[in-house]
């Protein structure tokens, strides 16, 4: 009786969908419909609301892992996968949808290459973009993941591979998935030994920039009139003025706000 009464209730989710789109319905409803698709029996509602409750909200979900989504009561190993997969297309749409660009000679375009690379994600990150001395990109890749005090290790791998590839410039970016974009003691401490070991190869750490909360923060911003040529072959002191002049409405608000010196 009660698998008929889920049925019935299913195939009104579905009409309801078709006739209405996604707009009308509350999150845990979406995500009670998506799961109908490998919990072929029962009441997945209560597994959805627990889904949200267990991982604090939508964008948990979609950024777990799988082993971590499989510790929710009701969600198998296919539900993992399917979830999984639905936060890794989530990502690959809005990195799809970035403006192209063949020159990145303003921190806005460097900042709307990468922000697409941290939707859903849950961990924090280290991404590395190196540049020839034309502000084109030559190198883009994950450094580590976890917290900037692990990354402390791999700053000669950045050194060594930023070399490789004869790059002239360089920008780091992470992320705080779970508090604001407002640098810690440790993110300035990493931007400081990667700057100088950089700095032994004639190479420039650009800029660290620092994602959170739906803002990105420039930690460093002194360097952008230190490359040894301007990438566009303007005066130094122009070029850093047309670097940053597209974040300044955006730059330190939030640092601001709380009463924080983010240049203490």
């Known amino acids: ?42 009441d997945t509602n209560d ?33 993992a996968m399917l979830l999984s997969l639905t936060g890794a297309l989530l990502r690959r749409a809005a990195i799809e949808q970035r403006p192209e660009t063949k020159r990145f000679d303003t921190c806005r375009k460097i ?7 941290y939707v859903g994600v849950g961990v924090e990150r280290v991404y590395v973009m190196a540049f020839d001395n034309g502000m084109r990109m ?19 791998k950045i050194v060594e591979r930023s070399v490789l590839k004869h790059a002239s410039a360089v920008v780091i970016a992470h992320n705080h998935p779970d508090g604001f974009a407002i640098a810690t003691a440790p993110d300035r401490d990493f931007s400081a030994k990667l700057e100088q070991a950089l700095k032994l190869v004639s190479i420039v750490l650009l800029e660290h920039l620092l994602f959170g909360d739906g803002c990105c923060i420039p930690l460093l911003q002194k360097n952008a009139c230190m490359l040894r040529s301007s990438p566009t072959y303007e005066e130094r002191d122009v070029f850093y003025e047309r670097f940053y002049a597209d974040m300044s409405a955006e730059q330190r608000t939030l640092a601001e706000l709380l009463g924080y010196d983010s240049e203490a």
């Open 1 to 42: 009786m009660d698998n008929n009464v889920h049925q019935h209730h299913r195939e009104r989710m579905r009409q309801r969908y078709l006739q209405e789109g996604p707009d009308g319905f509350a999150t845990h409803e979406l995500l009670e419909m998506l799961l109908y698709y490998t919990v072929q029996r029962g």
């Open 47 to 79: 597994t959805a609301h627990r889904l949200l409750e267990d991982n604090r909200g939508l964008l948990g979900v979609m950024s777990a892992e799988t082993h971590a989504l499989e510790l929710t009561d009701g969600i198998g190993p296919k539900s």
């Open 138 to 156: 030559i190198d883009f890749y994950v450094a580590c993941e976890g917290t900037v005090n692990e990354a402390y290790p791999i700053a000669g």
């Open 111 to 117: 900042r709307e290459f990468i922000e697409p690379y």
